[in-house]
């Protein structure tokens, strides 16, 4: 029972579960924002690229070959490149909207870091005992 008690203690952990949250948050906001590059910021990107669609962009290295009844024999080979360059913008977006997420908790963090406490009295009465006895022996 031993390997039970410690995975379900592991399991259970808070930071554990903390990190299963922020998965599935990390995931629904990567879906979110893949949804807005696609749906929004590409179209208003389109007209600024001269009405480009960049998830057309292509580099045929060998084209398909297509028989007469319109059925693809052979595939060739086509390198996606708009593809890339979408999900490269959705990372940046991504990794840029974390970092000032991650900087405005940074800076939360700090204004809750309080003003150190007092040191407790006997180190305060210990610091005044040194001091005394270092004033007496320069005093010799």
């Known amino acids: 029972m031993g390997m039970v008690s410690e995975f379900k203690e592991f399991a259970v952990k808070g930071n554990l ?14 879906t979110v924002t893949k949804d807005f590059i696609d749906g929004v910021f590409m179209p208003l990107l389109q007209p600024v690229m001269g009405g480009i669609d960049l998830s057309e962009w292509n580099w045929v290295i060998e084209a398909p070959v297509v028989a007469a009844d319109g059925t693809v024999t052979d595939p ?31 800076n939360l963090k700090k204004k809750e870091e309080a003003a150190p406490s007092a040191p407790p009295a006997n180190e305060v009465l210990l610091a005044e005992i040194r001091d005394l006895l270092a004033r007496q022996n320069s005093k010799s």
């Open 17 to 30: 579960v903390d990190m299963a949250v922020g998965f599935v948050m990390g995931t629904a906001f990567a």
């Open 76 to 106: 060739g080979w086509v390198i996606n490149v708009g593809v890339f360059l979408t999900s490269l913008i959705t990372f940046i977006i991504v990794a840029f909207v974390m970092f000032l997420i991650i900087k405005g908790m940074n």
